[in-house]
């Protein structure tokens, strides 16, 4: 098996994320509830510790989901895969091209997952108008709502068309 630069180990992985998730629970269990300090740590502590054993229990299921689509590549052609399933010009290997196409089309099942492309658009449409208001009225969750709003727009409008897109592009040759 292949490890790459960006692949940390598994027990790192999930410390991350972990820490990360639980820090952004404690900070919008502070901004929202307007919690004490030190309430939003302990939210935080337990936000971390819930998000990295998720992690860890889920780790090693995507790690072999991604190598079965790379199908065995190396760590440069795998990353040419992955850089090509979403933009870029079409590669002439084979082997690179075919692993393109399923990483991009294992994208675009996992991008319906929503309700669909009018839902979420009209929901992101909502949460940037959220934004625009919580941003008048001087609160911090105005970069809650933009954010959120930002990527529901982006995965219900440009994300499934690009997909199609590249997926069309890789088939063809």
Do not use: C, N
Not at 11 to 18: C, D, E, R, V
């Amino acid at each position: 098996m292949h490890r790459y630069l960006a692949d940390p180990p598994r027990w790192l992985f999930a410390i991350w994320y972990g820490v990360v998730g639980g820090v952004a629970v404690g900070l919008w269990g502070k901004v929202v509830t307007e919690a004490s300090w030190a309430r939003s740590g302990i939210v935080a502590i337990i936000g971390t510790i819930v998000a990295t054993g998720t992690v860890w229990w889920l780790e090693p299921g995507w790690r072999r989901q991604r190598d079965e689509l790379e199908g065995g590549l190396s760590a440069d052609k795998a990353a040419l895969a992955r850089r090509t399933a979403v933009r870029g010009p079409v590669p002439d290997d084979p082997e690179v091209r075919a692993a393109a196409l399923r990483i991009a089309s294992k994208s675009l099942i996992r991008s319906r997952w929503q309700p669909g492309p009018r839902l979420t658009t009209a929901l992101g449409g909502m949460m940037a108008i959220g934004s625009v208001g919580a941003a008048l009225s001087g609160s911090l969750l105005a970069v809650l709502y933009a954010l959120t709003g930002a990527g529901m727009l982006y995965s219900g409008l440009y994300l499934p068309k690009q997909l199609h897109r590249r997926i069309e592009l890789l088939s063809q040759q």
